[in-house]
Every structure is written in C-alpha cells, then in structure tokens.
C-alpha cells in the first residue's frame, strides 16, 4: 500500500463504527459486515460503491447538501468537534424546513494532511449529532486539499405533505422558533467588534459552534404551517425568499424579536436589531400560519417544548417592513432610522 492509500485508509477507520454497539439489525448479521448499524433500513453502507437504503412505504425523499469551507465558513482554529457538530446541524436544519425527518448521510471531505487528533475529535462530534437524531452516515469521499467539509443528508416525508417556502398567504402570522442574533453576537464577540459580558460568552458560543437543528418541530408544522425556512443567512434575507417564493410581503415588528438573556445582557433590543435581522447561523426555522391555526400550533409547540414567538404577518402588497410601536422604520447595516 502507498502511503497515501494508507493515510486514507487511516481516516476511513475514522468514519466506519464497529459493530458491538451494534442496534442489533438482522440485515448487517447476515452480511457478515462487522460495521455497526444505526438503522435497519440501511441494507449496503459504508464500504461498497454506493448505499442502498430502504425508504418506508408511501413515502418521498428530501436532500440537500451544504458545504462548509475553511477560512470562508469558519476560522482555521474552530474546534473539530464543532465542526462535526456543525456540519450536521446546518444540514439537518434543511431538512427541518421542509418538514422531512433525518436518515442518511454522506459525506465528502477534503483534509490537508492527516491529524489524527483532529479526526477524532471531528468525528466525535458528527457521530454524537447523527446518534441524537438517528442518522446514519452511508457513505462518502476523502480527498488531500484544503479543509472542506460537505454533508448531503437525505430525510423521509409522507407522501402527502412538505413545506416549502411557497404557500404564504395574506393575514398569516409570521413565527420564529427560539431566539435571534446569539451566534452572531458570539462571532462579534470573536472578531473583537464588540466586547462581551463575561458570563454570556459561553452561552452565545455554544449557539455559534453548537446549533440546535428543530428537527421534531419541522416535522410538527407540516401540517400546520404556509410555509417555512430554515434561519442561516438571518431572519431578513431568509423571510425575503418566503415573500419572493409566495409572491406577497410582510410586516414585521421589531419588539416582538425574540432574544436570549445573554444577548439582552449585551445590547439594549433597539441595538440588537440589526443583528438578529442580518446575523445568521441561527438555524431556527421561520414560518407562516394562518390566523385560525395560531391556538393549535401554539399549545403543539407547547407540548413539543420548543418556544415560538409571532414577529409579525403576511400581507398582500409586496416587500418587507419593519415597524416599532406600529410606525414603520427603516434598518440600514448596523443602525436604525424612523422614516
Ligand atoms: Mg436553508
């Protein structure tokens, strides 16, 4: 063996799970693979040319795919674990937006050279990701270059139903899951544009290297809501493709945007704004909901313990707006203005 094919030998031991940790599928017993299974609908994963998985009856599947690249999505120095974590979540995020729940992934990653200790901790936090939300890693590529990190993932929907970004009507209430601005705030604090209070850091960070995909929500509104996406470029930018896909626009007002204790303990919430609006990474999901649905999906998060906050509602005439105290402001870059 060369001493490329054995380095990459190397990182392949990396991704393939041995079995004794083994769910116990009766499809890996008896092809003998000695690979460890996370699902049983998984009939050839690693290993041979390609998976083959086994979708449920009745069913459609989403993919997608997102690259993250070293020096453009994170700084060279991010912890491995976190980006193993990451390289799930934004992915995962994905599928949340249109309702599908997680099942296979592959991955393909470039690596400049052959760091053990970096492999391990990678795939210590990939694997902890797809083990909390039961997917299974079916295959992938290893190529030498620069540090580039890309996961498609692959979800079930029932025939019936999935959410788009289309579908938004006039009257619906617009809602985020969680709260706006953290991980930006916390790469602020990184970059040294702001200086944060101590004691929020930790809290903000972990929303910025460890986002939380809402993967069982996602699943929740494909019955209740218009229309949803996935919160990655900031709640502006990622409510415009709703109101393009939907062909209407939207009212937003600024003092319903939900923010952590942490980021209040930072920015006053006029301050704030710009932020939450144009931050992103933050890997919530924005939706629409008509009126009449509004108390259902209220007591359904409930029960499901994920908070939602109405920001505001869809209307017919085009564009976005922002409006404090029912009057319409205008938010350029970083700052503010009443019109
Ligand atoms: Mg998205």
Redesign the pocket.
């Known amino acids: 063996m060369d001493s490329q094919r054995r380095e990459f030998a190397i990182i392949a031991d990396y991704f393939q799970r041995r079995a004794g940790q083994s769910t116990g599928s009766t499809l890996s017993e008896n092809s003998k693979s000695n690979f460890r299974r996370q699902r049983n609908d998984v009939l050839i994963g690693i290993g041979d040319d390609a998976a083959v998985v086994t979708p449920p009856p009745e069913s459609r599947i989403a993919v ?1 795919t997102d690259t993250m690249v070293s020096g453009v999505h994170f700084d060279e120095n991010t912890s491995p674990r976190a980006l193993g974590h990451k390289l799930v979540a934004v992915n995962l ?2 599928l949340a ?1 249109m309702g599908a729940e997680p099942a296979w992934v592959s991955l393909a990653c470039s690596l400049p050279e052959v760091d053990e200790a970096w492999l391990k901790e990678f795939t210590a936090g990939l694997f902890a990701a797809l083990d909390y939300y039961h997917c299974e890693l079916i295959g992938g590529d290893m190529t030498r270059g620069p540090l580039t990190l890309t996961l498609t993932a692959q979800g079930i929907l029932p025939l019936e139903r999935c959410l788009q970004r289309r579908g938004a009507q006039p009257g619906d209430r617009i809602f985020v899951s969680g709260t706006l601005g953290d991980a930006a705030l916390a790469l602020a604090g990184l970059q040294g544009k702001l200086e944060l209070r101590d004691a929020t850091i930790d809290e903000l960070q972990k929303r910025l290297f460890y986002p939380t995909p809402r993967v069982a929500l996602g699943q929740l509104l494909r019955n209740q809501a218009t229309s949803a ?4 470029d900031g709640l502006a930018g ?1 409510l415009k493709h709703i109101l393009r896909a939907s062909e209407v626009g939207a009212r937003v007002n600024l003092e319903a945007l939900p923010a952590s204790l942490a980021f209040r303990a930072n920015l006053e919430p006029q301050a704030g704004w710009p932020l939450q609006l144009n931050g992103g990474d933050d890997y919530e999901l924005c939706f629409t909901v008509p009126e009449s649905r509004v108390g259902l999906l209220e007591s359904l998060v409930r029960q499901a313990g994920v908070a939602v906050s109405c920001i505001g509602t869809i209307e017919a005439q085009q564009g976005l707006r922002f409006f404090h105290q029912n009057k319409e402001v205008q938010i350029t870059g970083s700052s503010y203005s009443h019109f």
């Open positions: 997608t995020s994905d937006a996406i996935d919160l990655s990622d």
